[in-house]
Structure formats: structure tokens, C-alpha cells
């Protein structure tokens, strides 16, 4: 296991504190009212976790990929969405940091590191998201602007963010199809609308929603990194950190799932006995203990791979997947093992168990995580690193 800095290990126990004093004794008022948790998004801006994928000279605190992981796992064992609030903006500033030209780091990084500039990512369409190639958002240069057209859907903190990283179609005739995609850093204007915000089964709190561009114009300098033809490439890198992140919500939402059974089963009496001295009931927990284990595994795994510098869409695909489908298996598991108080909307697990089935479809399905998982062990067992 990825031994954390004392620094990081610092930086996971505020996290952490913040979450049991802050975040635990409000999260069921918000979510149950779907109300934007305007405070505490302010605090963790002031705790710098907006900044923690951003280094220096733009950011303070940049920390290890594992260190963010266990960061976005605290906050989503407090409440999912507000290490939602943090996934997008996430991939944005890596994009920024890894591709972005000077100006645009300097424009946009020193303020997204603070949270003062927020950041989200628009690549889904209202007529698919995992087949990305076939989007019809275009944006088609004009002097020294681009015009852009079109529709995106689904995307999270579209009202509270100020940039959005675009993946849009500027040279509609290419072939094959992602050669012709880019990304834009666009900021609202007129001809750019967040059109409806969708009603969802979990994820409360912070907005998902449609977005028009209705001959939106936007600078030529709002290009990534100044080139064309390369947000395909681009995106895919930054979904690896997108997908990291999913797959530690994930574990932050099944720990807190587990967390709130094993307490449950202690205080719980059923013929004569704290219930998990029931065989069927032990044998539960110790389930889902094992798959939390085996996920956050998974998830090091895959953070220490991708802070080697080396292509980590498998290994995040393979933690986005394997956490996912564990988190919707434990939170299942905790109603089970709560009887009917696991149906109430008084005890947080109902929420747990909404909240799970998200990190099976977001940053791409497990179907498609699957895809990636084999076409990267073909591709490593006919070419080795
Ligand atoms: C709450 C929420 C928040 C979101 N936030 C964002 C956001 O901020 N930004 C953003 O851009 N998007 C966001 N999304 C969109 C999300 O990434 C997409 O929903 C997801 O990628 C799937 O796309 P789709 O819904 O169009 O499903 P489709 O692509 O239509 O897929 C439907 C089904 O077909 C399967 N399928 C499709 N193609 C294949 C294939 N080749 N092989 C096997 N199976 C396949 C899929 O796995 C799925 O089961 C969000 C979604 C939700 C629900």
C-alpha cells in the first residue's frame, strides 16, 4: 500500500474531521430538501480541497493522486455529492495543468485552486455519452472566435461553474470521427444557456444539467493548449483522474455503508442477541467488508499507476468498475441488514443506496469501462511497456 506523507496523512484527517463535524450532522436536512450546500462548499474551499490537483506555481497544495483519493473518499462517506461538487473541477484543472499554454494555466489555475473559479466538464449529449464520437456540438471558426452550436446533457455544477471544458466537433468531416474533436474552455455568454436542471434518484444537492449553445462565440484562445484535434486524446487522459475519483466516491459511500451496518448489527437485538451474532447477518458484514477492502485496494492501486506518469486508463477503469458495482452490493447489503429501518428515510443508508448506482454510469459505463480493460490488455500483451 501507498504510504501517505505525514503532511497528507494531515491533509485525510482534516478531511476527515471536517466530514464528522460539519458535514455528517446537516447531510440528511440537505439532501432530503435537495438544497445546495452553499456553506459547506465554502468551507471546503477554505480547507483548499478545490486545489488539491493543482502544483505549484498556481497552487499551494498539491497532493499525491492517493492523498486525493482518500480525500474524495472522506467527503463522499459524508455526503456523495460534495465530492461531486470536486470530481469535474478535478478534471478540468488536470487538463488545464497538462495541456492548457501558459496563458491559459495562468487565467484560470491560481483561482480554481482557491475554488473561487469552480470548473465542470461537458461531453455528453442528449443523444449518447458513450459513444463520444458521434457528438453533433460543432464549433466553427469565425475571425478570431470560434461560434459554437449544439447541446450537451447530464453536466454536474453546470449553474455554480464559471468554466467549462467543452468537447465539441471542430472539423465535422473528419475520419475517424475523434480526429476532428476539441476541447473549448468556454465561459458564459450570450448564445450559451443552462437551459434545465434534471430531476435525479440521488446525487441531491448539486445541479446536473442541460446545456444550449445557440451561436455562442467564444475567443480562438479558448482552445486547449492552442491545438485542434486533440480534445479526444485529451479527454481520455483527463477521464483517468475522472475515473479515480468516481471509484473513491464510490469507497467513501460503501464505508459509510458498512460503518453504519456494524453499528446497526451491535446495538440491534433479535432472540436475545446484538444481530450480527446471527450467522446470516455476520456473514453480510463480512462480505461487505471484504469487497470495501478489495476496492480500495484497487483504487491505490490504480492512483500510484497513474502518479508514475504512465498511461492508467486500465488500472482506473478496472478501480471505477471493481469500486462501482461494490459500493451498489454494500449499500444494498446495509438496507438488509437495517430490516425496515433501512427503508427509512430517517436513517442515511436509503441514501447510500441511491447515491451508489451513479458511480456505475458517470465518467463512463462499466460497459465501457470494460471495453477500455481489454483493449489495454491486448494492446500491452502485443507491445509491453
Ligand atoms: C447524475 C449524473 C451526472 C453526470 N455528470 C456529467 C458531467 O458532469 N459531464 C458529462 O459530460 N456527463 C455527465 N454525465 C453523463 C454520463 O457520463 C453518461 O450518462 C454516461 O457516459 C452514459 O451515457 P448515456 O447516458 O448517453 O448512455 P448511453 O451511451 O446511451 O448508454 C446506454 C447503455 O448502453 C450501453 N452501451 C453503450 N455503448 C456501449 C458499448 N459500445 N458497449 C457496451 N455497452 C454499451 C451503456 O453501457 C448503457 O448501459 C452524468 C450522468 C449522470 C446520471
Request: proline share 4%; glycine share 10%.
Given at each position: 500500500?501507498t504510504i501517505l506523507s505525514a503532511e497528507e496523512e494531515t491533509v485525510v484527517s482534516t478531511v476527515r474531521d471536517f466530514v464528522d463535524r460539519?458535514?455528517?450532522?446537516?447531510?440528511?436536512?440537505?439532501?432530503?430538501?435537495?438544497?445546495?450546500?452553499?456553506?459547506?462548499?465554502?468551507q471546503m474551499?477554505a480547507l483548499g480541497i478545490?486545489g488539491l490537483?493543482?502544483?505549484?506555481?498556481?497552487g499551494e497544495v498539491k497532493v499525491s493522486t492517493t492523498c486525493f483519493a482518500r480525500v474524495t473518499e472522506e467527503l463522499?462517506?459524508?455526503?456523495?455529492?460534495?465530492?461531486?461538487?470536486?470530481?469535474?473541477?478535478?478534471?478540468?484543472?488536470?487538463?488545464?495543468?497538462?495541456?492548457?499554454?501558459?496563458?491559459?494555466?495562468?487565467?484560470?489555475?491560481?483561482?480554481?485552486?482557491?475554488?473561487?473559479?469552480?470548473?465542470?466538464?461537458?461531453?455528453?449529449?442528449?443523444?449518447?455519452?458513450?459513444?463520444?464520437?458521434?457528438?453533433?456540438?460543432?464549433?466553427?471558426?469565425?475571425?478570431?472566435?470560434?461560434?459554437?452550436?449544439?447541446?450537451?446533457?447530464?453536466?454536474?455544477?453546470?449553474?455554480?461553474?464559471?468554466?467549462?471544458?467543452?468537447?465539441?466537433?471542430?472539423?465535422?468531416?473528419?475520419?475517424?470521427?475523434?480526429?476532428?474533436?476539441?476541447?473549448?474552455?468556454?465561459?458564459?455568454?450570450?448564445?450559451?444557456?443552462?437551459?434545465?436542471?434534471?430531476?435525479?434518484?440521488?446525487?441531491?444537492?448539486?445541479?446536473?444539467?442541460?446545456?444550449?449553445?445557440?451561436?455562442?462565440?467564444?475567443?480562438?484562445?479558448?482552445?486547449?493548449?492552442?491545438?485542434?484535434?486533440?480534445?479526444?486524446?485529451?479527454?481520455?487522459?483527463?477521464?483517468?483522474?475522472?475515473?479515480?475519483?468516481?471509484?473513491?466516491?464510490?469507497?467513501?459511500?460503501?464505508?459509510?455503508?458498512?460503518?453504519?451496518?456494524?453499528?446497526?448489527?451491535?446495538?440491534?437485538?433479535?432472540?436475545?442477541?446484538?444481530?450480527?451474532?446471527?450467522?446470516?447477518?455476520?456473514?453480510?458484514?463480512?462480505?461487505?467488508?471484504?469487497?470495501?477492502?478489495?476496492?480500495?485496494?484497487?483504487?491505490?492501486?490504480?492512483?500510484?499507476?497513474?502518479?508514475?506518469?504512465?498511461?492508467?486508463?486500465?488500472?482506473?477503469?478496472?478501480?471505477?468498475?471493481?469500486?462501482?458495482?461494490?459500493?451498489?452490493?454494500?449499500?444494498?447489503?446495509?438496507?438488509?441488514?437495517?430490516?425496515?429501518?433501512?427503508?427509512?428515510?430517517?436513517?442515511?443508508?436509503?441514501?447510500?443506496?441511491?447515491?451508489?448506482?451513479?458511480?456505475?454510469?458517470?465518467?463512463?459505463?462499466?460497459?465501457?469501462?470494460?471495453?477500455?480493460?481489454?483493449?489495454?490488455?491486448?494492446?500491452?500483451?502485443?507491445?509491453?511497456?
Amino acid at each position: 500500500m501507498t504510504i501517505l506523507s505525514a503532511e497528507e496523512e494531515t491533509v485525510v484527517s482534516t478531511v476527515r474531521d471536517f466530514v464528522d463535524r460539519e458535514v455528517r450532522p446537516v447531510v440528511r436536512g440537505l439532501e432530503h430538501a435537495n438544497e445546495y450546500p452553499e456553506q459547506l462548499i465554502e468551507q471546503m474551499k477554505a480547507l483548499g480541497i478545490f486545489g488539491l490537483a493543482i502544483p505549484e506555481p498556481y497552487g499551494e497544495v498539491k497532493v499525491s493522486t492517493t492523498c486525493f483519493a482518500r480525500v474524495t473518499e472522506e467527503l463522499a462517506r459524508g455526503w456523495m455529492s460534495l465530492a461531486g461538487a470536486m470530481g469535474g473541477h478535478t478534471v478540468v484543472s488536470r487538463l488545464l495543468v497538462e495541456f492548457g499554454t501558459e496563458e491559459q494555466k495562468q487565467r484560470y489555475l491560481p483561482h480554481m485552486a482557491t475554488g473561487d473559479v469552480r470548473a465542470t466538464m461537458a461531453l455528453t449529449e442528449p443523444d449518447g455519452g458513450s459513444d463520444l464520437q458521434s457528438m453533433r456540438t460543432t464549433a466553427r471558426k469565425d475571425g478570431d472566435h470560434y461560434v459554437v452550436n449544439g447541446s450537451k446533457i447530464w453536466i454536474t455544477n453546470a449553474r455554480h461553474s464559471s468554466l467549462v471544458a467543452l468537447l465539441c466537433r471542430t472539423d465535422p468531416s473528419a475520419d475517424p470521427a475523434h480526429r476532428g474533436i476539441s476541447i473549448l474552455l468556454v465561459e458564459k455568454g450570450p448564445g450559451f444557456t443552462v437551459s434545465r436542471d434534471l430531476p435525479k434518484l440521488g446525487y441531491k444537492g448539486v445541479e446536473s444539467c442541460e446545456l444550449s449553445f445557440d451561436g455562442f462565440r467564444t475567443p480562438q484562445s479558448s482552445l486547449l493548449g492552442g491545438r485542434e484535434r486533440q480534445g479526444f486524446k485529451q479527454m481520455m487522459k483527463g477521464l483517468e483522474i475522472g475515473r479515480i475519483q468516481v471509484a473513491s466516491r464510490a469507497t467513501g459511500v460503501a464505508r459509510a455503508a458498512l460503518e453504519d451496518a456494524l453499528l446497526y448489527a451491535t446495538q440491534r437485538q433479535s432472540f436475545g442477541v446484538p444481530i450480527w451474532k446471527h450467522q446470516s447477518v455476520g456473514n453480510l458484514l463480512a462480505d461487505m467488508a471484504t469487497k470495501l477492502a478489495a476496492a480500495q485496494q484497487l483504487v491505490l492501486h490504480a492512483a500510484s499507476a497513474y502518479d508514475s506518469g504512465k498511461r492508467s486508463d486500465m488500472e482506473a477503469g478496472m478501480a471505477k468498475l471493481f469500486a462501482s458495482e461494490a459500493a451498489a452490493q454494500i449499500t444494498l447489503d446495509a438496507i438488509r441488514v437495517h430490516g425496515g429501518y433501512g427503508y427509512s428515510t430517517e436513517y442515511d443508508v436509503e441514501r447510500y443506496f441511491r447515491d451508489a448506482p451513479l458511480m456505475i454510469v458517470g465518467e463512463g459505463t462499466n460497459e465501457i469501462q470494460r471495453n477500455v480493460i481489454v483493449s489495454q490488455l491486448m494492446a500491452r500483451m502485443t507491445s509491453p511497456a
